[in-house]
């Protein structure tokens, strides 16, 4: 039905009936929905246009191997576009669409980086604390994710804090982080985020409080965050 909508077989195409339809078909996972859904988003049509929301369902559409979704991700990565090549960098480095090769997501990376995504320096960020075709680099981790923060994207704080619980042991620095930043923490919803905040007010290495704890993990643990359920059970 989507199609029916989109197109012109009743007259003027009604995208947002359409968009409606397809909306249906991406909770079934259908591709072709997911793929039509995309490009709306992408061209505006039917929805605000929001070009990083087409893309995420285009990479929906190629975790599920749909060559159309791959082709117009690339599409948008050839033309220069930061969020294209963020995207296909996520796609090389996590091995969805394509088979897991971190060379050419760190590539990727490195375009995005130099078209002004903030995202793809705390990937790169990322890539240098795991090792991650890189070597590994605890300096040039930071230094990428204090770039990252600077440059927008909150959940480089994630990652700031992550380098100096776990590598530098600084528990005052991470307290002052926690605090500093605890109105942008709080926003962060992602399960990782709410998973490493639940464990860092439970260990008692900052200052404890087992009721935030608790509702951090509890959060996660709801949403089928497995590190969380199993956190709750100790």
């Known amino acids: 039905l989507g199609n029916v909508y989109a197109s012109k077989i009743l007259g003027n195409p009604d995208y947002k009936k359409a968009v409606m339809w397809y909306k249906r078909g991406v909770e079934k996972k259908d591709v072709k929905c997911i793929y ?18 087409g893309l995420e369902y285009l990479y929906e559409g190629a975790a599920l191997k749909s060559e159309r979704c ?26 969805k669409g394509y088979e897991k090769d971190y060379k050419k997501a760190f590539e990727y ?17 990322m890539m240098y604390q795991l090792g991650d075709y890189v070597s590994s680099d605890e300096d040039k981790a930071l230094e990428y994710y204090e770039g990252s923060l600077n440059g927008g994207y909150k959940k480089a704080l994630v990652g700031i804090i992550d380098i100096y619980y776990t590598y530098r042991e600084d528990y005052k620095r991470v307290e002052e982080l926690l605090e ?26 900052v200052k404890q409080d ?25």
């Open 180 to 205: 500093k930043y605890k109105g942008e923490l709080e926003k962060l919803k992602d399960n990782t985020t709410r998973y490493m905040l639940g464990s860092l007010y439970a260990e008692g290495n």
């Open 70 to 95: 791959i082709e117009k991700i690339e599409e948008v990565a050839a033309g220069g576009d930061p969020e294209g090549e963020l995207m296909l960098g996520k796609m090389y480095y996590y091995g």
């Open 36 to 53: 039509s859904l995309a490009t709306l988003y992408i061209d505006g049509k039917g929805v605000e246009k929001d070009l990083r929301k």
């Open 210 to 234: 087992l009721e935030k704890a608790k509702k951090y993990l509890l959060e996660s643990a709801e949403d089928g965050f497995e590190y969380s359920q199993l956190a709750l059970m100790y």
């Open 109 to 125: 990376f490195n375009k995005a980086e130099e078209h002004g995504s903030a995202e793809a320096k705390f990937m790169k960020g």
